[in-house]
């Protein structure tokens, strides 16, 4: 493997003014225009009928949140945020028909505010019916679908659950999700950095817990992850979760968050006081371990080729057996990882997906969400420009890995 000797090294980078930027992203929010949105439903659409027709199904059922949000270009139907699956059924045929099925206590809410604009039509029932006859989806279904076998994102005998191919139709992200992206990537990190210059010593994990998802919520975003530690557990779990240990020098602040669907994955850390030696020296090493990631992260690529650098990477900083530790990340869009990346993985790299790499290293992470543009840039969809980082070369381009902000 070459990819960590390819332009892994920190020294020399501080000179990257000359360098060509890792990232360059609009900032400003997005202006998704309704024919905007027709375009990327329309791209979306010849997608699903295309593969539909291939496989020979007459129709597709559609009931996870992910799946409803990205054919729709951002429509809403949740209620239960802890559910993957929603209270409306979307039924697209291969001909491009497209019907929503719901009791009453959804259909007004959906035809005026969500899908009646986009051309569903609508098949609604008493919510008293729905809940004593399990006949009753079984009838609706049948009346479109006429007698043609189904594809289904959810386990149900009225269709082939094919969620793992719809998984595939949405990796690819479109013009119009790119600048969406973009937008909530910048979002995302501001709030989390600005969390970090908010924590004070003495508060609980707890209270940055909610400190950081009001901080998204108020900026219309909904977090699905959210990942605070403090002090020595940071040091014991790599997945820990919020208590009421009060704060004492060391901080993560870790979310996923999404919006119109879409789910940027970001950290950072805020310690009070000098660094230990050994926790910059870790942190360093993860950045290298990232970059190693990135330079991997190309066309032509698998998943597989991006852990193979990761796994070289970690022995050259020193850790041979942190990946193990750990997932590493992977493809990112409309779950928290579509997929990770293990050893021999064949999913393929391709332009215009993201991904949020995320290497450890007891204690520290690195975790940023980019995009692979067309033109093979990386494109770091979480670089706000005012946080401390350590600059890494990724081929032709630097890489500033998030660094620990030091208060």
Same mark, same amino acid.
């Given at each position: 493997?070459?990819?960590?000797?390819?332009?892994?090294?920190?020294?020399?980078?501080?000179?990257? *003014?000359?360098?060509?930027?890792?990232?360059?992203? *609009?900032?400003?929010?997005?202006?998704?225009?309704?024919?905007?949105?027709?375009?990327?439903?329309?791209?979306?659409?010849?997608?699903?009928?295309?593969?539909?027709?291939?496989?020979?199904?007459?129709?597709?059922?559609?009931?996870?949140?992910?799946?409803?949000?990205?054919?729709?270009?951002?429509?809403?139907?949740?209620? /239960?945020?802890?559910?993957?699956?929603?209270?409306?059924?979307?039924?697209?045929?291969?001909?491009?028909?497209?019907?929503?099925?719901?009791?009453?206590?959804?259909?007004?809410?959906?035809?005026?505010?969500?899908?009646?604009?986009?051309?569903?039509?609508?098949?609604?029932?008493?919510?008293?019916?729905? *809940?004593?006859?399990?006949?009753?989806?079984?009838?609706?279904?049948?009346?479109?679908?006429?007698?043609?076998?189904?594809?289904?994102?959810?386990?149900?005998?009225?269709?082939?659950?094919?969620?793992?191919?719809?998984?595939?139709?949405?990796?690819?992200?479109?013009?119009?999700?790119?600048?969406?992206?973009?937008?909530?990537?910048?979002?995302?990190?501001?709030?989390?950095?600005? /969390?970090?210059?908010?924590?004070?010593?003495?508060?609980?994990?707890?209270?940055?817990?909610?400190?950081?998802?009001?901080?998204?919520?108020?900026?219309?975003?909904?977090?699905? /992850?959210?990942?605070?530690?403090?002090?020595?557990?940071?040091?014991?779990?790599?997945?820990?979760?919020?208590?009421?240990?009060?704060?004492?020098?060391?901080?993560?602040?870790?979310?996923?968050?999404?919006?119109?669907?879409?789910?940027?994955?970001?950290?950072?850390?805020?310690?009070?006081?000098?660094?230990?030696?050994?926790?910059?020296?870790?942190?360093?090493?993860?950045?290298?371990?990232?970059?190693?990631?990135?330079?991997?992260?190309?066309?032509?690529?698998?998943?597989?080729?991006?852990?193979?650098?990761?796994?070289?990477?970690?022995?050259?900083?020193?850790?041979?057996?942190?990946?193990?530790?750990?997932?590493?990340?992977?493809?990112?869009?409309?779950?928290?990882?579509?997929?990770?990346?293990?050893?021999?993985?064949?999913?393929?790299?391709?332009?215009?997906?993201?991904?949020?790499?995320?290497?450890?290293?007891?204690?520290?992470?690195?975790?940023?969400?980019?995009?692979?543009?067309?033109?093979?840039?990386?494109?770091?969809?979480?670089?706000?420009?005012?946080?401390?980082?350590?600059? /890494?070369?990724?081929?032709?381009?630097?890489?500033?890995?998030?660094?620990?902000?030091?208060?």
């Amino acid at each position: 493997m070459r990819y960590m000797l390819v332009g892994i090294a920190i020294a020399a980078l501080l000179a990257g *003014a000359s360098q060509a930027q890792f990232g360059d992203s *609009a900032l400003s929010p997005p202006v998704i225009t309704a024919a905007q949105r027709n375009e990327e439903i329309t791209i979306k659409m010849f997608r699903l009928t295309t593969w539909l027709q291939e496989e020979g199904y007459g129709g597709v059922l559609i009931n996870q949140y992910r799946n409803f949000q990205w054919i729709t270009g951002g429509a809403d139907m949740q209620v /239960v945020t802890a559910s993957e699956r929603g209270p409306v059924t979307l039924v697209i045929t291969a001909t491009g028909g497209r019907y929503f099925l719901c009791s009453n206590s959804e259909d007004l809410r959906m035809q005026n505010e969500e899908l009646g604009a986009l051309g569903y039509e609508g098949v609604a029932w008493p919510w008293y019916e729905g *809940a004593s006859d399990s006949g009753t989806m079984a009838r609706a279904v049948a009346g479109i679908a006429q007698g043609r076998p189904l594809a289904s994102d959810f386990d149900t005998p009225l269709a082939t659950n094919e969620s793992e191919a719809l998984r595939g139709l949405r990796l690819v992200l479109t013009q119009s999700e790119i600048e969406k992206y973009r937008w909530l990537g910048r979002q995302c990190a501001e709030a989390c950095e600005k /969390v970090c210059r908010e924590i004070e010593p003495g508060m609980t994990e707890k209270q940055v817990q909610a400190m950081i998802s009001s901080e998204l919520m108020f900026r219309d975003i909904q977090p699905t /992850v959210l990942l605070m530690a403090s002090d020595e557990r940071l040091f014991s779990y790599r997945h820990p979760i919020a208590t009421d240990k009060p704060v004492e020098k060391y901080v993560q602040v870790n979310i996923c968050a999404k919006k119109w669907g879409l789910v940027i994955a970001v950290t950072r850390y805020v310690h009070f006081g000098p660094l230990p030696g050994d926790l910059g020296r870790k942190l360093r090493g993860c950045a290298q371990v990232c970059g190693a990631y990135l330079g991997a992260t190309r066309e032509g690529n698998t998943a597989g080729d991006v852990i193979a650098a990761g796994q070289e990477a970690f022995a050259f900083v020193g850790w041979p057996d942190e990946w193990q530790m750990h997932h590493q990340g992977g493809a990112i869009a409309y779950e928290e990882r579509e997929w990770t990346g293990y050893p021999g993985a064949r999913m393929p790299i391709q332009a215009n997906m993201a991904f949020a790499w995320n290497p450890t290293i007891q204690g520290a992470k690195v975790e940023d969400t980019v995009l692979l543009r067309e033109d093979g840039v990386l494109e770091n969809l979480t670089d706000t420009g005012n946080w401390p980082t350590i600059p /890494v070369r990724v081929g032709d381009q630097v890489y500033n890995a998030p660094s620990i902000l030091v208060r």
